[in-house]
């Protein structure tokens, strides 16, 4: 079964970091450009940043630049998410997301990073 | 204030059609193909549209895509009380350099 499996959220003060991950499973990961998008509670999608399928290109969204860097392991079939700096608006639900054909086909369940001091 | 504009919300009766618009620019809807996302309530977005039109396999055929120049629309035909769900469209930003998405549309189903 092709899956994303996103961990490493949780509760953190503002100015502090913490790295997501994104475990993937069922297909072959090096081979798919990878994405991260994130819902504020309630509110939209909204989309983050990407990796190619061999981590030599990255690109981010103007909120995170500077802050965040997205990372792979294609050995370990991980996707990362490196936040630093964080801010209350940074607090989201942040998916996983596996691109192909220009699209966003397989997401995985989210994890909640919380802002606040 | 999202690139891409949608109606907040739509609603129709089971069994009717309900269409969402999309309304972006030349430098994403109007370049570049546009994809539409289904949200249930407290769950990961799933891909329901891509290439402007394309299914993926498992969609059924009552959610259909369409787009002309810098408009993009999703139809559902025959509306059932399961498709009551969050609705973005989204697409490359080739000015912006960025993956832009819809606002969203909360279909309900009265």
């Known amino acids: 079964e092709v899956q994303l499996v996103e961990s490493g959220g949780g509760l953190v003060q503002p100015g502090g970091s913490l790295r997501l991950s994104c475990a993937a499973s069922g297909f072959t990961f090096r081979t798919y450009w990878m994405h991260w998008v994130r819902q504020a509670p309630g509110k939209g999608l909204v989309w983050v940043s990407h990796?190619?399928?061999?981590?030599?290109?990255?690109n981010y969204a103007d909120s995170v630049k500077g802050r965040f860097t997205i990372s792979r392991d294609n050995a370990k079939n991980t996707l990362y998410l490196q936040m630093n700096s964080l801010r209350a608006e940074d607090t989201a639900v942040y998916y996983c997301a596996r691109a192909s054909e220009a699209a966003f086909h397989i997401w995985g369940q989210g994890t909640l990073v919380t802002v606040s001091s | 204030q999202s690139v891409l504009t949608q109606p907040p919300s739509a609603s129709g009766t089971p069994g009717q059609r309900v269409t969402i618009s999309c309304s972006g620019g030349?430098?994403?809807?109007?370049?570049?193909?546009v994809n539409w996302y289904q949200q249930l309530l407290g769950t990961a977005p799933k891909l329901l549209i891509y290439i402007d039109n394309q299914r993926p396999s498992g969609v059924p055929d009552r959610f259909s895509g369409s787009k002309s120049g810098t408009s993009a629309s999703l139809a559902i035909s025959g509306l059932q009380s399961e498709d009551e769900a969050d609705y973005y469209c989204a697409a490359w930003d080739d000015s912006l350099n960025v993956w832009v998405f819809g606002g969203g549309t909360k279909v309900t189903v009265l």
């Open positions: 030349s430098s994403n809807i109007g370049g570049h193909s």
């Open positions: 990796i190619n399928n061999d981590g030599s290109s990255t």
